[in-house]
């Protein structure tokens, strides 16, 4: 019964990691145009995509929660 709280883990875990870094990889792609359309929004467009960034990453740690949780089960 431990295996599948183990797979579970992974599982949760690596598809948040995958989604945090698709959209890690989405928000600066974006920026970068952003920027090279119109570089006098640099500023702006940078502060945007940190906190854009702080809230994608906010999902790798909910899912390490999980993955835990699962892991005790």
Same mark, same amino acid.
Request: proline residues 5%; positive net charge.
């Given at each position: 019964m431990a295996i599948y709280g183990l797979l579970a883990a992974a599982i949760v875990f690596g598809l @948040? *990691? #995958?989604g945090a870094g698709i959209g890690n990889g989405l928000i600066f792609s974006k920026?970068?145009?952003g920027i090279? !359309? $119109?570089?006098e #929004? !640099? @500023? *702006? #467009? $940078?502060t945007t995509a940190f906190i854009g960034v702080g809230l994608v990453e906010a999902l790798p740690i909910i899912s390490l929660v999980l993955a /835990?949780? /699962?892991m005790a089960q």
């Open positions: @948040g *990691a #995958l920026t970068v145009e090279s !359309r $119109q570089p #929004l !640099r @500023g *702006a #467009l $940078q /835990f949780i /699962f």
